[in-house]
């Protein structure tokens, strides 16, 4: 069973920034493609940014590109989401997911394990 749990949430005013981790308990982790979602109240789960086993291959979605960054220490079984000129639109919970194959990857049913989860709060 792989765990992935998120850390990092919490309370921002716009314009700042937030470093999300999510840590892996699978040893097969380096093997794996990852991804970052956002669920804001009210609204589905969206797909936010993720990366290829290897690091080479990342995609972003339209509404984070050229703010925030994904990248990944295999060596820490680690994924992070680094994001910065944070916008009250980016608030929502958001969770790591991994894909057991595959590359990258922008849809919910793509990806077979999840986190519960951790809060981003961007005030105005």
């Known amino acids: 069973q792989v765990q992935l749990v998120e850390s990092g949430g919490g309370l921002v005013q716009t314009g700042g920034s937030l470093r999300l981790s999510c840590a892996a308990s699978?040893?097969?982790?380096?093997?794996?493609?990852l991804g970052w979602f956002r669920q804001a109240p009210g609204k589905e789960r969206e797909f936010v940014a993720a990366?290829?086993?290897?690091?080479?291959?990342?995609d972003y979605a339209d509404s984070v590109k050229g703010r925030f960054t994904i990248f990944r220490d295999n060596a820490k079984n680690t994924v992070y989401l680094q994001m910065n000129n944070l916008k009250p639109e980016d608030t929502a919970v958001y969770y790591c997911?991994?894909?057991?194959?595959?590359?990258?990857?922008?849809?919910?049913?793509?990806?077979?394990?999840w986190g519960q989860g951790t809060q981003v709060t961007v005030s105005s």
């Open positions: 699978d040893r097969a982790f380096r093997t794996r493609t």
């Open positions: 997911a991994a894909r057991t194959r595959g590359s990258v990857a922008t849809h919910v049913y793509e990806y077979d394990y």
């Open positions: 990366i290829s086993w290897g690091g080479g291959m990342t």
